[in-house]
């Protein structure tokens, strides 16, 4: 099964990182870009017999490693049958 | 007693510690790999500062359920003694040892600087040998040091006296000014609700012969000799 989650920072936390990226934008002339925050995406691909059973592992790792509840929130977005696409190579 | 200093892929402060430990206060000391879960013949661990596991994910998740950490829990469930510095603190806070979090700097940069500590908890085994009040003067380097924890673990935190440093000016004022990172309340270091496990951001190791500028970090060291002398650890050797 292919999983994919996103974690983000909690409402409320200060994103230092997105507010410099979002004066950066600024910078090219972006003006009209109000929020930013930069959030993370992780694919993993998981051996599970159904979405469900997929779903509820990729739960167990995120509340375990994947995500530190104290500051981020995570969500899993999607869980499709099948494998990740093979990756691309980089040139 | 016996020193065990912890080595991750990416530990850098590894052999710091292991210098001040047995050329400076003179104690036996040894490494101990991020993959041991052997620690019964220790009687106080420290993780020291570094990238460990390159700090991939987030500073410390990897290192927080590494093997040598989750023998760890039981070691301090047995009343073993833990010093986390830098990188250490990281990976305590990530392995549930210590409340809070430590993130990325508030000013964005890496901070590398001489920093004053106020002292605030002169009960625990690291810091008995020193004053309430006391300001010490002790290295950090980090990118990611500013602690953070929501208001109701701060609250518990603060009843329960676990902060034991905070960023201060050179006579003991805590201000915005002499926060290098953006730390909630300046916080520095924290202790765990035993007091056996300290966690802080800035070096003692840095901070421990004259010609390195200070020997402030010694004090921290000295305190837990005091400590394990009194408690008979030392004597059972």
Request: net charge neutral; with cysteine; aromatic share 6%.
């Amino acid at each position: 099964m292919k999983v994919r989650v996103l974690i983000r920072l909690k409402p409320g936390i200060l994103d230092v990182q997105g507010a410099a990226v979002l004066r950066a934008l600024a910078g090219l002339g972006f003006a009209d870009a109000r929020e930013l925050r930069v959030g993370k995406l992780i694919d993993i691909e998981v051996d599970a017999a159904t979405p469900a059973a997929a779903q509820q592992r990729v739960d167990e790792m995120c509340r375990k490693l994947l995500a530190n509840t104290i500051l981020e929130d995570y969500t899993i977005e999607a869980v499709e049958a099948g494998r990740l696409a093979p990756r691309q190579a980089v040139r | 007693m016996r020193f065990g200093v912890v080595v991750f892929p990416g530990t850098w402060s590894d052999c710091d510690f292991h210098y001040v430990i047995s050329e400076v206060i003179r104690q036996p000391v040894k490494y101990v790999w991020h993959r041991d879960r052997n620690l019964s013949d220790l009687d106080c661990v420290i993780l020291p500062g570094g990238f460990s596991y390159g700090d991939y994910l987030r500073a410390g998740a990897v290192a927080g359920k590494s093997p040598v950490v989750e023998a760890l829990l039981e070691f301090v469930a047995n009343g073993g003694y833990v010093l986390g510095s830098c990188n250490g603190f990281q990976i305590l806070c990530e392995a549930g040892l210590l409340p809070g979090v430590l993130m990325r700097n508030e000013c964005l940069q890496y901070r590398c600087q001489s920093t004053n500590l106020l002292v605030e908890n002169v009960e625990t085994p690291f810091t008995r040998g020193l004053r309430a009040g006391q300001v010490l003067t002790m290295p950090i380097s980090h990118g990611e040091g500013k602690y953070y924890a929501d208001p109701p673990t701060l609250a518990a935190l603060k009843a329960r006296h676990g902060i034991v440093f905070r960023y201060a000016t050179a006579d003991g004022q805590v201000v915005k000014a002499a926060n290098p990172n953006g730390s909630v309340e300046n916080i520095a270091g924290v202790v765990n609700e035993t007091g056996t496990v300290l966690g802080l951001m800035p070096h003692p190791e840095r901070a421990a012969e004259t010609a390195m500028g200070g020997t402030d970090g010694l004090l921290l060291l000295q305190s837990l000799l005091g400590t394990l002398v009194e408690d008979g650890t030392f004597l059972k050797r």
